[in-house]
């Protein structure tokens, strides 16, 4: 591209793409990075070019014909030179200047070797998605104790299970494809651990029975299951693993209402891999260094306050997806049209979209709100799910900070997970909190929405791509 960028979105997974078509559409200039080798996101991830042929995910897709069409848009406006793709880009930091935004990122196309990249423009879209929220338990830093979207990312990518024989826990309906894709290629999911209950969604079916594609959707994956003879016991999670160089067994209680494991209910399962989730965690790096407002939302997560059209309450700085409310990728495709409808209307360029269109999106996202809103009060984390951690249970994975230590700095005074990691180094490590953060935060505090704390360096970074910036 060799005009100045109108935009910079950060982050080329559902909402990230769907905004890009839209922008361009509008006829604006875009830079579009993301830190994958291919466009797409987490969900909709896929083997890489040379391989697709020979390594079948399609039966774990959903909308794929809508990826393939923004797929397609964003190809043909890349080569009229009016898209900027920058793939293995890793956006560090995002600051103001003057009357635009500077995104700081590092290109790793030629690893180990990074050279930082520099990204103006007067308006900057973040779409940076989400990452698995995990709750620790004994055990579950053995090898062969994955994420449940670690497990889904190895099919999607590589057609590969992490074992022959697989236990599942959390909470949530991400629970069940994960299930059915294991058990489709051969896996033998010797159980599904639902820490809530069905009934939970009587409390609030409205947005069930207003959604009956989400409703065909589970029925789908649940017919699934029962062909392959997969145990789903609701109100059971798995408070440990055992094993030595990898893991070799679970052990699985059944819970009380407030996530106690009920005495005499113990249960011991045979297993080489194991896949826990509890929901998702958004990714607000930059959006917090930027200084956007916060609000909280009903699944514990703090998340970015926008308007109707998407708007941060910083100027000229919008989000969609993930990192404005957890809501799947159809939700996410829906908010990145709207943010970029509010990119064109700022800039003061014709809108894509006409005034009927406008109301139609905006009225299926509050829908898709709605949905995501029962969803998270349906499957809530258990309130007492730390009675599973004994003082030895590692929480920080990255510095070994134990539970019983994280226990010792809040009877010292430590309310909050900032407060736990100045004292503990719990945080402090490779991952910078992403995996034990919502967990020492939940250890902690008595406010039970986690706000993540300012990193003004996002992601690691070597100290020769900063030192180019001087050059």
Known sequence: MSEPADLIIVGAGPAGMAAAVTALAGGLRVVLIDSGTAIGGQFWRHPPEHARSVIPTEDLHHGLREYHALSETLSAHSHRG????????????????????????????????????????????????????????????????????????????????????????????????????????????????????????????????????????????????MRHR???????????????????????????????????????????????????????????????????????????????????TIFGLYTAGETSGVGGAALAVLEGRLAAESVLADSGAAPVLDKKRLAAVRSAVAAQRAFARALALAHPIPPAWSSWLTDETVVCRCEEVSAGVIRSARAEGACDHRQVKQLTRAGMGWCQGRMCGPAVHCLAASKQVYEPAERLVATPLTLGALADLDK
């Open 82 to 225: 009016q898209l900027d793709l920058r793939l293995h880009h890793h956006a560090w930091s995002a600051v103001r200047e003057d009357d635009g935004f500077v995104v700081h990122a590092v290109d790793r196309q030629r690893a180990p070797q990074e050279i930082a990249v520099v990204l103006r423009a007067p308006r900057l879209l973040v779409a940076t998605g989400a990452y698995d929220r995990q709750l620790p338990f004994p055990g579950w830093d053995l090898p062969g104790v994955l994420t449940i979207g670690g497990l889904q990312a190895l099919l999607k990518s590589g057609g590969v299970a992490a074992g022959s024989r697989v236990a599942l826990g959390g909470t949530g309906p991400f629970l069940l494809p994960v299930a059915a894709g294991l058990a489709a290629r051969g896996v033998e999911v010797v159980t599904v651990c639902e820490a809530a209950h069905p009934r939970a969604w009587l409390r609030h079916p409205g947005p069930l029975l207003r959604s009956p594609g989400k409703w065909a959707e589970g029925a789908g994956y649940a017919l699934a299951l």
């Open 230 to 312: 997969i145990p789903v016991r609701p109100r059971t999670a798995i408070i440990s693993a055992e094993g030595g160089a990898r893991v070799t067994s679970v052990q699985i209680a059944s819970l009380t209402s407030d996530g106690s494991p009920r005495p005499g209910t113990e249960r011991r399962i045979e297993v080489d891999a194991v896949g826990v989730g509890w929901g998702f965690a958004p990714q607000l790096d930059l959006l917090v260094t930027l200084g956007c407002a916060l609000t909280d939302s009903v699944d514990g997560n703090a998340v970015v306050a926008v308007d109707k059209g998407q708007r941060t």
